[in-house]
């Protein structure tokens, strides 16, 4: 990878190439500050990191990168098999429907492709529908439809043409497999809608709980130091749409598959300069808020300054700074018991649309062990824009107009 990789539109870098890794010159590098003599590290001549928890990061990055190289298959395939039991299950009413329909020869078998048929991370959060409560004048309206984008990019193409269409009532204009040029398959996905008030929306799809690849693009902890941007994730800028031998060019090679990047870029162009009112707001969650938080990025790179004056914001995910401190330990479980009790209390006090199902309430306890965990997931996200007092998105607002950025925490 080194070898073909274009770096020359960064004005630093660190690549780490966990193929060329031998597990003793993995080792080594947790004993020596000279990362650059190992041969998985491409990296400036002379480069040296003298802070062991630097180097144990790297360690890390390129070992869990090995493993799921290695593991890939069988953990798509396990991942699969889950999301066909749960949606087996959903599609009888649940596992006594399932033992009877057995029983009647009438059991109803789930289609993947079909717009019933849900991701391991919608069946956690099943919510469709936006919010009635909220409407379009609402400060609220456009993070709540966000979020809801967001959670709704885990689906598949069905599902997500049907949710747009049929239950939010907005243009469905296409839901995308791009292509990831140092995987060498279409491993990023997005959608994209525009809502009755001509404005856009892209949404990227976060990580998988079951994808190898989009497991490996968040481990991949390379990174490129663009001007006036500072050093950034080089496994999101490869799964936006980086060039393995061109870095990012103004366009794309017309030989080469359709990347997240321009392929989303031109689409955006062809209805922004056909509409002068028409906007957009990028959006995603996890993975997804990485590569919508990194779109704007590139396009000031392009110098596509009157695409970005277009740009009316950017609704990601801000990772937790206090996670592993050992300071916020006592709170951070403190939260996750609670989460647990507020789960079972939470539909009586807010209304049945607040319910959560079983395996929610699983993801609750393993938040006993790792705190943060199910906090992660979309539904909490969902219930806080919903549930956010007005004054919160009102200060929001002034923050997009001035940055461009709405951040989620």
């Known amino acids: 990878m080194a070898a073909t990789c274009n770096k020359c539109f960064s004005s630093n870098y660190m690549l780490l190439n966990p193929e060329d890794a031998s597990f003793v010159d993995l080792c080594k590098i947790l004993f020596s500050s000279d990362v650059g003599k190992r041969k998985f590290v491409d990296c400036p001549d002379g480069v040296r990191e003298p802070l062991f928890g630097r180097r144990w990061i790297i360690f890390v990055s390129v070992l869990v990168q090995k493993m799921l190289k290695a593991t890939g298959k069988p953990m798509s395939g396990f991942g699969s098999g889950v999301e066909y039991w749960l949606n087996l299950l959903s599609g009888n009413k649940g596992f006594f429907g399932l033992v009877m329909n057995s029983l009647k020869g009438k059991v109803v078998y789930p289609d993947r492709t079909s717009a019933n048929f849900l991701s391991f991370t919608g069946s956690i959060d099943k919510r469709l529908q936006l919010d009635c409560n909220i409407g379009e004048e609402d400060c609220r309206y456009y993070s709540v439809l966000s979020v809801m984008a967001a959670k709704a990019s885990y689906e598949n193409h069905q599902y997500i043409q049907s949710i747009v269409k049929d239950q939010w009532k907005m243009d469905y204009l296409g ?22 008030k001509d404005v856009i929306i892209v949404a990227f799809r976060g990580t998988e709980t079951f994808d190898p690849d989009a497991w490996s693009s968040d481990f991949d902890i390379s990174w490129y130091e663009l001007p006036g941007a500072g050093k950034i994730h080089g496994g999101f800028l490869k799964a936006l749409g980086m060039q393995k031998s061109r870095g990012w060019p103004q366009n794309q090679a017309d030989n080469k598959p359709e990347t997240a990047y321009y392929a989303l870029r031109k689409l955006l162009k062809e209805k922004l ?24 990025a590139i396009l000031s790179l392009h110098d596509e300054s009157w695409l970005l ?25 403190g939260n996750a018991f609670w989460e647990l009790i507020r789960s079972f209390i939470i539909s009586h006090t807010k209304g049945p649309d607040y319910k959560e199902g079983g395996l ?7 938040g006993l062990l790792a705190a943060g965990i199910p906090a992660h997931l979309p539904q909490d996200y969902v219930n806080a824009t919903r549930l956010g007092s007005s004054d919160v998105f009102l200060s929001n607002l002034c923050s997009i107009d001035d940055q461009k950025i709405l951040k989620m925490q």
């Open 309 to 333: 004056d277009r740009l009316d914001g950017v609704v990601a995910e801000e990772p937790n700074k206090n996670y592993f401190s050992l300071l916020w330990l006592i709170p951070k479980i």
């Open 273 to 296: 300069q056909n509409n002068d009112k028409a906007k957009f707001i990028v959006t995603g969650h996890s993975l997804g808020g990485a590569l919508a938080a990194l779109f704007p």
């Open 175 to 196: 839901s995308y497999d791009f292509w990831n040029d140092y995987q060498e398959k279409a491993t990023t996905q997005a959608f994209v809608l525009k809502d009755n």
């Open 360 to 366: 929610l309430r699983m993801f609750r306890i393993l």
